[in-house]
């Protein structure tokens, strides 16, 4: 899955706030989702889509959960989601976004954020 590697944008801030954003779009790499892993680097983040709900069974650490609709619209954030839990989405939710526990806080994202997934470099705003 490595070429699936993207980045979020926050387009509020007009900054990268997800450098390294995995792709998970097939109905196995939704369902592996972040199980097998240790921990998460800071600049580290899944990006699931379709997504109707997460759950952190079998995992080994807690993590930030964000959902977005399909404006690009935070519309829920879950912090802090200990392992063994279940995060069901709004009504709408076209994405979750999980990241490393603490970081919505640390690179300031929050309900009514508007971000955009990347391929590299500067948003196309051309579309």
């Known amino acids: 899955m490595q070429n699936d590697l993207r980045q979020l944008w926050d387009l509020e801030q007009g900054v990268i706030i997800v450098p390294k954003l995995q792709m998970a779009a097939s109905v196995w790499q ?3 989702g972040l199980l097998g892993k240790k921990s998460l680097d800071t600049d580290y983040g899944m990006w699931i889509a379709p997504c109707g709900s ?6 080994k650490f807690a993590i930030d959960v ?3 609709n399909g ?3 935070v519309t829920h954030i879950i ?4 392992p063994w839990r279940i995060g069901a989405a709004p009504a709408k939710t076209r ?3 999980e ?3 603490g970081a919505c806080s640390r690179i300031g994202l929050k309900v009514g954020s508007r971000v955009l997934v990347t391929t590299s470099g500067t948003p196309d705003f051309k579309g």
């Open 30 to 32: 939704r369902s592996a």
């Open 54 to 59: 997460i759950h952190t069974f079998f995992m």
């Open 66 to 68: 964000v959902f977005i």
């Open 71 to 73: 404006k690009g619209e």
């Open 79 to 82: 912090p802090d989601l200990q």
């Open 95 to 97: 994405a979750a976004l």
């Open 99 to 101: 990241l490393p526990a």
